[in-house]
């Protein structure tokens, strides 16, 4: 019978973001095995259940008992099951043995490869408590990770101890007992409103049972509560709560019976950064900052407690005596950290490693700090505003804020550049040379920034390359990858227009006075810079063989590519120029049969059918207006041009024969299919679209 099959392990306050993770595991490991036995058509179905004391799982419609099986098994060759005189080998008796029947009770089974023994074998189906037992306890082996734990005698590990199970397969108990326990149908309450023991009739009873015992089992209900609460509470105060969705599905992990409270502090923190406050409260406090209606941070805050108090106002208090000290903590750090100038702790980054072969984080600063300059130029940037943020942007990493709040780093930078009176356009770029930080992430908005952004960027890459530690598989620990897509992302949305292997070689030129660099650094370098375009410009809606046909012994900037890629994926999109595009293949084709490297200028006077004249007379005429449209870099006009060309490219391969046996007459002609390719050239290889 099918019935819906409940899994509760019940534990000591887990990690809250390890809920998720834990219970994907869970569902996972347990519903891959039900599968394969034949118990659950599907695991898409799994309802997945966790709060800070269990985690839990419930599988709709899994079958009580395996379904009767038939299995075919092949056994030994013939050859090989029977000796000269007939006899049955040991090769056939252990078969035999093996299938639970006598050689002579095996059949035949003929196949292309020769005769075998073969049996069939009929498997009752077992049952589902016989099966899970073991089920079980593999997922709980898999589910164990380095920070799992051993308690009291037991050699199993979890996350947590666990103190309770529940197993129920519709209304009846199955037997597990991993842990020293016994599974049985008893869930635990709230520790505070319903402690103690509460008895589930069935599986299906779960949820109702413990939102009676105070418990919002499902982490997506606990969510929206809190959201909800606190919303609600900050539109009757006029002000907008600030949810970050992370601290949301932490503090959701944290609680079971979530309830929200509004509470405030001295406007005299406002005094701080509002990103310090706003990491002081979410860090260490898990609690949401607030707006006004004028968009400043105000002087409360909201606390999310496991509770529902008697005393609101009490349970509140007691939040705001605890936010104090850490709001006073980010002060302090505030006004000490404004005891020296930014510029003054230059110094000490001489002290931090950055890595054995590049040096310090000084070392890498002045590296950058020439580079930004030179880069500066081409992004419309000023020089020596970049040069000074290059100076600067690493020096808040040695404060005490971002000591204590790693995340600050730039944003802290910005402001203690500002209360030093350094040029907004300098403390600007300290704060937004860090993005992207993630894929998806803002770009930096200035240009002082992305010159920055770009110079901090190729350093790391070319000196990790150059230290020999470029990424292997998937071992990336300086994040190349992603420091390369974001390189490509600023000069994409930039247009800056210098080659990608012109602003490598600067990096190679400042890193060359620390490590001798190899010949072969800026194509490697630029090769993997490039490898990321593809993912990249597929998310633009670029199709890889788009990718390619640009690529082509393309070398110059990143923005020019993908001006280019876009305007051939239209290009490739249009439905009227399949015809040319194909001719540009044939085209391809032909020229790469003939052997023949390099052609001579087409002789116009050896043209003999009227269909190859036209065509000459048409790549003559487009060529004229495409170098003007080239100058302008228009590559959409550019492929609109060339467009043009489609009717008197079909009639020339309609009436002309190419490969002809007159040799000049031949030669001609692929003179002409190669003037067609160069013209497109100088965009991209068409003949490599639609491969």
Not at 189 to 203: D, M, T, V
Not at 340 to 357: N, P
Request: hydrophobic share 40%; with cysteine.
């Amino acid at each position: 019978m099918n019935d819906s099959l409940l899994i509760e392990i019940g534990c000591e306050e887990l990690p809250a973001r390890q809920i998720g993770r834990q219970l994907e595991l869970l569902a996972g490991g347990l519903g891959k095995r039900l599968v394969e036995a034949g118990l659950l058509e599907s695991a898409d179905t799994i309802e997945r259940f966790g709060t800070p004391r269990r985690l839990a799982i419930r599988i709709p419609s899994v079958a009580g008992r395996q379904p009767d099986r038939v299995l075919e098994r092949k056994g030994p060759s013939v050859d090989v099951a029977y000796d000269d005189d007939g006899k049955p080998t040991r090769a056939a008796e252990g078969f035999a043995r093996s299938v639970g029947k006598t050689v002579a009770e095996l059949d035949t089974l003929e196949t292309e490869q020769g005769r075998w023994l073969f049996a069939r074998v009929e498997q009752p189906g077992q049952a589902l408590d016989e099966l899970l037992p073991d089920m079980f306890e593999a997922t709980i082996a898999d589910m164990a990770g380095a920070r799992s734990m051993r308690w009291s005698d037991r050699d199993e590990k979890f996350l947590r101890p666990v103190r309770w199970l529940v197993a129920l397969h519709g209304q009846a108990v199955i037997g597990l007992n991993p842990f020293g326990l016994q599974a049985d149908r008893v869930t635990r309450g709230h520790r505070i409103h319903a402690p103690g023991e509460h008895e589930l009739a069935s599986a299906d009873d779960y949820t109702a049972t413990l939102e009676r015992a105070f418990v919002m089992v499902g982490p997506a209900s606990r969510r929206q509560r809190i959201e909800q609460q606190a919303t609600e509470l900050a539109g009757k105060a006029g002000l907008e709560v600030l949810i970050d969705p992370g601290l949301l599905d932490e503090v959701a992990g944290l609680t079971e019976w979530p309830v929200a409270v509004m509470g405030h502090f001295d406007r005299a923190f406002l005094e701080v950064p509002e990103e310090a406050l706003i990491s002081s409260m979410e860090q260490h406090q898990k609690c949401f900052a607030l707006r006004d209606s004028q968009g400043r941070l105000a002087p409360s805050f909201i606390a999310v407690a496991n509770i529902d108090s008697r005393d609101p106002a009490a349970m509140t208090a007691g939040f705001e005596r605890v936010i104090h000290p850490r709001l006073a903590d980010a002060r302090f750090f505030w006004d000490q950290d404004r005891r020296t100038r930014l510029a003054d702790k230059r110094g000490r980054l001489d002290s931090i490693l950055f890595q054995e072969k590049l040096g310090s984080i000084g070392d890498k600063v002045r590296r950058i700090t020439t580079l930004a300059a030179d880069i500066a130029p081409s992004l419309g940037a000023e020089e020596s505003a970049t040069a000074r943020a290059a100076e600067l942007c690493k020096c808040d990493l040695v404060t005490e804020m971002v000591g204590e709040f790693p995340e600050l780093q730039g944003v802290m930078g910005h402001h203690y550049a500002l209360a030093d009176g350094e040029p907004a356009a300098v403390a600007q770029a300290i704060e937004s040379h860090y993005l992207p930080r993630h894929a998806g992430d803002a770009l930096p908005d200035d240009a002082v920034g992305r010159a920055l952004a770009i110079a901090d960027r190729l350093d790391t890459i070319v000196g990790v390359f150059a230290a020999g530690l470029k990424p292997k598989g998937g071992k990336d620990p300086f994040a190349l990858r992603r420091a390369a897509l974001g390189v490509i992302r600023i000069l994409d949305a930039s247009g800056c227009r210098r080659p990608l292997r012109e602003l490598i070689a600067g990096a190679g030129q400042t890193l060359s006075e620390q490590l001798p660099l190899p010949d072969s650094l800026a194509g490697e370098v630029e090769d993997f810079i490039m490898e990321r375009l593809r993912p990249w410009a597929a998310e633009q809606g670029i199709e890889t063989n788009t990718v390619h046909a640009v690529a082509a012994g393309y070398r110059g900037s990143v923005a020019d590519f993908m001006a280019r890629a876009r305007a051939v994926q239209r290009f490739a999109d249009d439905p009227a120029v399949a015809s040319l595009i194909a001719a540009n293949k044939r085209a391809s084709n032909l020229l790469k049969q003939s052997g023949v490297s390099s052609f001579n200028d087409v002789e116009a006077q050896s043209l003999q059918e009227d269909e190859e004249k036209q065509l000459l007379e048409a790549i003559n005429q487009t060529e004229s207006r495409l170098a003007r449209l080239l100058e302008q870099d228009d590559y959409p006009a550019c492929l609109n041009e060339l467009a043009g060309l489609r009717e008197p490219v079909d009639r020339f391969f309609d009436k002309v024969m190419v490969m002809t046996d007159d040799d000049t007459l031949r030669n001609n002609r692929l003179a002409l299919l190669d003037a067609l390719r160069r013209q497109f050239a100088q965009i991209a290889d068409v003949a490599r679209l639609g491969r």
